[in-house]
Every structure is written in C-alpha cells, then in structure tokens.
C-alpha cells in the first residue's frame, strides 16, 4: 500500500538536543511538507519541497531545518533553537496543487 | 494575509441527522481547498479537495461547495453515524507555500 510514514511516533528532547524526525513516502509524490499543530490552532507550515535537493520555508521556520536528498524521504531537525518545540508534527506529500496525503504524526515532548 | 474561520469549533448531533460545516476565508485568490477529517492523535485524512474552478465535489455522502466571491466552503455530511465523530478541517492553498488551515470543527454524533 502506498503511503507516508513517519517515524518515531513519540518523541522526547532534552533541553539543548537536537532531535530528527523521519517522513518517508511511497507515492512518488514531487513535493512533501511539514507542518506543526497545537492545541487549539490550526495546522501551521514549517518547511516544503517541490522537488529533491530544494526546499523553502514556510511560516514558522525559525528553529528547523530540512533536506530533501531523496524523493522518497523529507526528514525534520528540530533544533536546539526552537525553545517551544512541544507539539504534534505532520509530514504531507502531493502532486503539484493535488490533494494532500498526510502521515500519522509525531508527537514531541520536553524531558 | 489569508485567514480562516470554522464555525461552529464544536458540534453534537443524533444518529442520522444532516449536517453542514462551515467554513471562511478572507482572501479569495485561491488555488484549491481541501477538507479533512482528524481522529484523535491521527493525521489528516482527505475527504474532498475542491479546485478553485469548481463549485462543488461530491463522495458518498458528504458533499463540499465553494463560493470563491463570498470566501465560503461548506461540508454537507448526510445521515450522520457514530463513526462520523472526529475533527473536520478545511485548509486554503494560494500556492506551494500559501497553505491556511482552519482550526477545526469537532464533531459529536451520538448514537
């Protein structure tokens, strides 16, 4: 079946750690996204790519970062420098404007 | 800056009852918009995804309109059923990078 899949499910950072989330995707899809949500707001866009080796920010980029070395894969870094890191993170893919195919989410915690 | 209001954030109803969600946005210079359903600590899945030329998608039974000029989408849900319950999203694509969620309705349908 094809899909997104991302990876850990749960995740805990100590202060000052960065910590990588993994998104994969089988549905030969150009471009992959990733977004936060917290309680209460809506879906927010952190990073995107239309194609590999090429990625830009999207609204609340300060304190991430991406890379797109395989079509398949979108992996997210949150850094040390995002002070409010708490939240539910969702990779998507899509073809061009099409709709959006969604992972099941990551969820990270502050130890 | 593209803003967008679901109303009502919550919602009960009885087994088999229709029901319209709604939806608004402030900027009408849109590519698509797209709803989607959320289960508790899930991703998002797609529903219906409306391209910026069409009034309205249909699948099953639920059923999405757009009115570009008035900034409106609606999500008709016919016959509700307990499975029914979740969290219904709209979001607005103005382009790759110009993506506005809404903040959801959830949604209660008591058997």
């Given at each position: 079946d ?7 499910k749960?995740l805990?950072?100590k202060?000052?750690q960065?910590v990588?989330?993994?998104c994969e ?5 150009d ?8 309680p209460g707001?809506g879906?927010?866009?952190i990073?995107?790519s239309?194609?590999?080796?090429d990625?830009?920010?999207g609204?609340i ?5 991406v890379s ?6 979108f992996?997210l870094t ?11 993170y969702?990779?998507a893919?899509?073809?061009m404007?099409?709709p ?6 990551t969820r990270?915690?502050?130890? | 800056?593209q ?10 109803v009885?087994e088999?009852?229709n029901?319209?969600?709604n939806?608004?946005f ?16 899930k991703?998002l899945t ?8 069409q009034r ?11 009115d570009k ?14 499975g029914?319950?979740a969290?219904?999203?709209c ?6 990078q ?5 903040t959801?309705t ?6």
């Amino acid at each position: 079946d094809g899909g997104i899949t991302q990876s850990p499910k749960y995740l805990f950072r100590k202060e000052g750690q960065n910590v990588t989330l993994s998104c994969e995707q089988n549905l030969n899809h150009d471009a992959m996204y990733w977004y936060r949500q917290d309680p209460g707001q809506g879906l927010r866009l952190i990073y995107y790519s239309q194609i590999v080796n090429d990625f830009q920010k999207g609204d609340i980029a300060e304190g991430y970062s991406v890379s797109r070395e395989k079509k398949e894969s979108f992996p997210l870094t949150v850094t040390s420098a995002q002070k409010n890191p708490t939240a539910f993170y969702l990779c998507a893919s899509s073809i061009m404007l099409q709709p959006q195919h969604f992972g099941d989410g990551t969820r990270l915690s502050i130890l | 800056k593209q803003e967008v209001t679901q109303i009502p954030a919550a919602l009960s109803v009885p087994e088999g009852e229709n029901l319209v969600l709604n939806c608004s946005f402030t900027d009408s210079a849109i590519y698509n918009l797209q709803w989607f359903r959320q289960d508790p600590g899930k991703g998002l899945t797609s529903l219906l995804l409306i391209q910026s030329s069409q009034r309205e998608q249909t699948s099953g039974r639920l059923n999405a309109s757009l009115d570009k000029s008035s900034g409106r989408s609606t999500l008709y849900i016919a016959a509700s059923q307990p499975g029914d319950s979740a969290t219904y999203l709209c979001a607005v694509f103005g382009g790759y990078q110009k993506v506005t969620f809404g903040t959801g309705t959830k949604l209660q349908v008591i058997p």
